[in-house]
Structures are given as C-alpha cells and as structure tokens.
C-alpha cells in the first residue's frame, strides 16, 4: 500500500522464496495482493533466483508465464551463482536479469571477469532483457561498469543500504541530490 504514495514511474521488486514459488496459489498470492494494494501489475516486478528454478523447471516456468500474462515483470535474481544456465535467459518469461555481484568482485583488477560480465550483458541484452548488476561497492566498479558494460541498473552498497519501505518517500523527494542517479547521466 506504500508503493501507492510513490511516483507512478517507481515500481515494487519483490522477492519470492524457492518455497514460496513452489507453493501451487502463487499466482492467486500475487493477485490478491495487487487487488488489494490497488498497485498496477506493470509496477511490480517478482525477482525468483536460480535456485527456485532447480525444483520443478516446467513447473517453474509454467508458473512464471501466468504471472508474466498479468502483466507483473519478472527477474532472475543472482544469476551466475550455483547452477547457471543460459538456457535460462532464452526459455523463461523474464523482464529482467540481476547479475550477482560475484561477477563484479575483481572486475577492476581482472581482465577476464570483465569479459565474462560483458559477455553475459550483451547476450541478455539481445534477448531483450533488461540488466541489473548486484553489489556495487567501490567507485571504482561503478565507473569500469558505466564505460565498458552496457548495464540498465546497479544496486549496492556504493548507492545505499535497504531501507524500509515506510522510508521510501522521504528518499525519493530528495530526489537527484541523494544516491538515485539514472545511468544515462553517469554514461555522459
């Protein structure tokens, strides 16, 4: 209901466990709440990891196509870790990929990381997905990520530690004077 007070163009990313994407009402989870909340299912967005896939991958995917069919985004959260497959990025209905701050960890200092990372974006990118690169720390990664991979978002600590959702309106009127800073300008 928090969400409702925010701008129209600031959307709700939501976690949802390996068991609670296993759990068969997900989908009628999911739309109980946006009735309820009165939110657009465009401003929300179900981050599901890797891990959640391993259980039941056409369940899975079952699953996440009726939820994609509402109109809610989807992300794969921390890929790279554990059991990557690119098969992934080809065969679900996703929106957007979160790219695990393992890949970035020695991206200022090591050459192959780098070409692994833009490796990966570029294939995401083609495949029409959106990227967000997770745990950016140093300033450092911000700039050899904002001059040689082309990456839509960067979440971590460099810009901010979570907050509770009651914080959130605060943060986003001080507007561009806080950690919020669309990439474009930072590409420029």
Not at 32 to 60: C, D, F, H, I, W
Not at 129 to 150: D, F, N, P, R, Y
Not at 169 to 176: C, H, K, Q, T, V
């Amino acid at each position: 209901r928090q969400c409702m007070q925010w701008p129209q163009n600031i959307s709700v990313a939501v976690n949802v466990s390996s068991l609670q994407f296993q759990q068969s009402d997900v989908c009628s989870v999911v739309g109980a709440a946006l009735a309820k909340s009165g939110l657009s299912a465009s401003r929300l967005e179900v981050e599901v990891t890797e891990s959640a896939m391993l259980e039941n991958v056409e369940e899975t995917t079952a699953t996440l196509k009726r939820l994609a069919a509402t109109g809610v985004r989807i992300s794969l959260d921390d890929f790279g870790t554990g059991f990557s497959s690119l098969s992934y990025l080809h065969t679900l209905p996703l929106d957007k990929v979160k790219i695990d701050r393992s890949f970035i960890e020695n991206v200022d200092t090591d050459e192959r990381s780098l070409v692994l990372l833009s490796g990966v974006t570029h294939l995401a990118h083609e495949l029409g997905l959106s990227i967000t690169i997770e745990g950016v720390e140093t300033a450092e990664q911000m700039e050899i990520l904002c001059s040689k991979v082309h990456v839509n978002e960067m979440q971590g600590y460099l810009f901010g530690r979570a907050i509770p959702a009651g914080d959130v309106a605060e943060l986003l009127s001080i507007g561009n004077s806080g950690n919020i800073v669309p990439l474009s300008a930072m590409a420029n």
